[in-house]
């Protein structure tokens, strides 16, 4: 096994226990827009889907090469600007009108 | 390594950091928003790295600048179309979008760089990277399709019922047998066996779709949150073969945060997740309909009584469940705690983990209906306050509140509930006496307690408004 394997999989572990040890602290309230947020998160395929582009040579490496950019872009660019839309219609009061808010204290 | 790799790498692990931070702030809804820009800003800066270096090397042809370009703004329009025009009732169908085409890209880099290495310049992958294309291509086609699958069952192009067939298992069987030879030929025999990949790539894409068309409608908040976890995976393995940190450790944080919603959705509908991958839930249904309406009476109510009892009880807590997700009656659910709250009456929601069609959807619906998020209550807080309850409306939610759950004998033994029947009064709203997905009966329903409010959703709720007003009116 090289040196190189042995760094990435090492990464790769540790990335794996950062994962579940911050999202394991995501409220349930906030699960919608979590999931649509790492979603956004592996739209950064796109880095891979741009250096796959930058060495094809030939119309079968274009083609696939473009795919997999249009793919990552809609997945990076949709992904966060939905999760965003979502997120900012969490409020802790309702918008416009005050109502007599028993429940002031925060979700959690 | 020259100055500019270096700058390179350094970015990269700048914007895994913006994604671990961004996850972060995900844990609470206050800062949640700041979070998804923080993460939005490394992934900003991780592609405009990437295009820089791109440049810097030189090795880019013009074909392929135009390709990045072209590819960018196609899919950058419909990324933009989709997330601006989407209903949130229609997000889980989105999110199984973005990762089919995660999926499917994180597949593309790996077969990209096979033909780059293999068909063009005739040389081979070495076995550390043949390895990783394997599994990443495996991974992001079964993906690619089962998400197409899932969005399709979502949004009711494909049937949402389980579509089995007799030999269903046979055929996994045989695809699992193929992906496995093709996958070892890969791996052991040939690093250049271009017809292998093809085979490989072909059984996984045949299995993604005999994976998820034969898991039921009522699951899907369980096999979204999996192939969001496969979609991560996939993004790692791609990574692995063309040598990238950032694509490792994004991806590994998304496996990690879809494993862990796979996890908690499985275990809120008291099913594990190889149960429902086999889908072995057909038979439960089919004994569970044949004792319908098994003799015990149940007291119907109409509005204008639920409405007298919701606008003279001081606590109200409201159970909404898929079916209010299905008729999409939010709006109308907000309109009539506004109405109790200005008449002082204590108004909370409670949501179980699978309210909805993925996790976590029904507060997004509610925060959609401007209700404010303090009185979305999770299960384990909202439980210990129904004894307080003066009436507890359930909305289109059955097997969540069933108190059969606390039984050892119960096909939903264990499963969590919402203990809805230690309220002071209960309404059911349903549209009629069938069963949740479990197939039994709802002893709730029997319940001396409760008046059974028989009406859609949408509509049921907005009789009970316009009751509520001529209440107060009078």
């Known amino acids: 096994m090289s040196a190189a394997l042995l760094s990435d999989l090492s990464i790769f572990v540790l990335s794996l226990l950062v994962g579940f040890e911050v999202i394991s602290k995501v409220p349930a309230t906030l699960h919608t827009p979590l999931m649509s947020g790492a979603n956004s998160i592996h739209g950064v395929v796109l880095v891979g889907a741009i250096l796959a582009a930058s060495t094809a040579h030939n119309p079968l490496g274009y083609i696939l090469a473009f795919i997999a950019v249009a793919f990552a872009t809609a997945n990076v660019v949709g992904g966060y600007v939905v999760t965003d839309r979502m997120l900012q219609m969490f409020r802790r009061r309702p918008a416009p009108a005050p109502s007599n808010d028993s429940e002031a204290g925060p979700a959690k | ?474």
């Open chain 2, 1 to 474: 390594m020259s100055d500019f790799d270096t700058v390179v790498r350094l970015a990269y692990l700048v914007s895994a950091v913006c994604f671990v931070l961004g996850l972060h702030l995900m844990n609470s809804p206050a800062r949640a928003r700041h979070g998804n820009t923080v993460s939005a800003a490394g992934m900003t800066l991780a592609i405009v790295v990437t295009i820089a270096y791109v440049a810097h090397q030189g090795a880019i042809t013009t074909t392929g600048w135009l390709i990045v370009v072209a590819g960018i703004l196609v899919g950058g329009v419909a990324g933009l179309a989709g997330a601006r025009k989407v209903h949130m009732t229609d997000m889980p169908q989105l999110v199984s979008l973005f990762n089919a085409a995660g999926g499917g890209a994180a597949a593309l880099v790996a077969i990209t760089e096979f033909v780059r290495v293999v068909t063009i310049h005739g040389a081979e992958l070495s076995t550390r990277a043949t390895v990783a294309t394997v599994l990443d291509v495996i991974i992001g086609a079964v993906t690619f399709s089962g998400s197409l699958i899932a969005a399709g069952k979502l949004q009711g192009i494909i049937t949402s019922a389980p579509v089995t067939f007799p030999a269903v298992r046979l055929m996994n069987a045989v695809l699992v047998l193929g992906a496995l030879g093709s996958g070892s030929y890969l791996i052991w025999g040939d690093h250049r066996a271009t017809l292998a990949l093809v085979a490989f790539l072909v059984l996984g894409l045949i299995f993604g779709v005999t994976m998820v068309m034969p898991i039921g409608g009522a699951d899907m908040p369980v096999v979204i949150s999996l192939l969001n976890a496969f979609t991560g995976t996939a993004v790692a393995m791609a990574g692995f073969v063309i040598d990238n940190s950032v694509l490792i450790i994004a991806g590994a944080l998304v496996g990690a945060s879809g494993s862990i919603l796979t996890k908690l959705m499985a275990t809120a509908m008291n099913r594990s997740i190889r149960n429902i991958i086999v889908g072995g839930f057909g038979a439960a249904d089919s004994t569970g309909v044949a004792v319908v309406g098994a003799g015990e009476t149940v007291r119907a109510v109409e509005a204008d009584d639920v409405a007298l009892q919701l606008a003279y009880a001081q606590k109200v807590i409201f159970v909404p469940g898929y079916g209010l997700a299905v008729a999409q009656a939010q709006h109308e659910l907000a309109a009539l705690a506004d109405l109790l709250e200005q008449r002082g009456v204590d108004v909370s929601y409670a949501i179980h983990p699978v309210a909805g069609r993925m996790p976590g959807h029904m507060n997004v619906l509610l925060a959609e209906a401007n209700v404010p998020y303090p009185l979305l209550k999770e299960m384990d807080e909202i439980n210990p306050e129904f004894a307080r309850a003066d009436v507890a409306l359930v909305i289109g939610a059955n097997d969540v509140v069933n108190p059969a759950a606390r039984r050892t004998d119960s096909v939903i033994a264990g499963m969590p509930i919402l203990d809805v029947d230690q309220a002071k009064s209960i309404v059911v709203m349903k549209r009629s006496m069938g069963h949740g997905y479990a197939g039994i009966d709802n002893e709730l329903f029997t319940n001396p307690k409760t008046g059974m409010y028989f009406a859609d959703a949408k509509a049921g709720l907005a009789a009970l408004v316009s009751a509520v007003r001529s209440l107060v009116a009078s």
